[in-house]
């Protein structure tokens, strides 16, 4: 399959655009903005911004704050999690990238005809960090893919996604995270979709948990494939 790779701005925000086919088509078939994992850059997750094109999606790989063509001129000293504000400086950039999610979305609204009731959000690690922060910042999101993320932030925090459960319902939520990560705990996402469930209960269908049991942080490769592919498919449902 041929892809369509572009890179551009959007709100000021460093982006890499990917689809297959018509660039319209794409666009009303839905958006997905993708975040990468701490470090990272759109550019390392090209290959499942491409699994996503390939369900017909225009697929949006964005520089979370302080990365990529942004990256902090500090970043591996501020961004180390031997710094004792390492925890402060971890929360700026999910906050900070969470709350530009609303700009990006209008941009792809207002100036490229992305359809405003097929729009949606995932990312890896800080990536899905990111992505529940975006649920409570965003109210025009369809659907939600974090991968390895956590909505539990900081407990002493009053905008840790948590405490907010009940800002998400209709949003369909599909998280997938490892039982062996090492470095995010999938307790986090566990718990707050136990809590969720009640909230669903009159659309049982759009909330969904997977924690593959096998897996660390890096997960198995069979176990990736897999979890990409079935967020793919989540995001291409009605």
Do not use: C
Not at 20 to 35: H, I, T, W, Y
Not at 41 to 59: D, I, M, N, T
Not at 159 to 179: I, K, M, N, Y
Not at 195 to 214: H, K
Request: hydrophobic share 40%; no cysteine; net charge negative.
């Amino acid at each position: 399959m041929f892809f369509h790779t572009s890179r551009l701005s959007l709100a000021g925000v460093p982006a890499l655009t990917v689809h297959a086919g018509p660039r319209e088509d794409a666009l009303q078939r839905g958006v997905v903005l993708f975040f990468h994992g701490l470090g990272g850059s759109k550019e390392v997750h090209e290959r499942e911004l491409q699994r996503f094109a390939e369900r017909g999606l225009f697929a949006v790989g964005v520089d979370a704050v302080g990365h990529g063509e942004r990256r902090f001129p500090d970043f591996d000293e501020r961004l180390n999690q031997g710094h004792p504000h390492f925890h402060g400086e971890f929360l700026n950039v999910i906050h900070g990238s969470a709350h530009e999610v609303p700009a990006l979305l209008d941009t792809l609204v207002t100036h490229h005809g992305a359809n405003p009731a097929r729009l949606s959000v995932g990312g890896v690690s800080l990536g899905g960090f990111i992505t529940y922060g975006a649920l409570l910042a965003e109210r025009r999101l369809h659907a939600a893919v974090p991968l390895l993320g956590s909505p539990l932030w900081d407990d002493a925090l009053p905008h840790s996604p948590h405490r907010h459960p009940e800002r998400l319902f209709p949003v369909a939520l599909f998280s997938q995270t490892a039982g062996l990560d090492e470095v995010v705990s999938p307790q986090g996402a566990r718990e707050f979709h136990a809590r969720l469930e009640p909230l669903y209960a009159s659309s049982p269908g759009r909330l969904r948990y997977r924690e593959f049991p096998q897996s660390a942080h890096m997960m198995r490769p069979e176990d990736w494939e897999e979890a990409i592919g079935d967020a793919a498919d989540w995001l291409v449902r009605p």
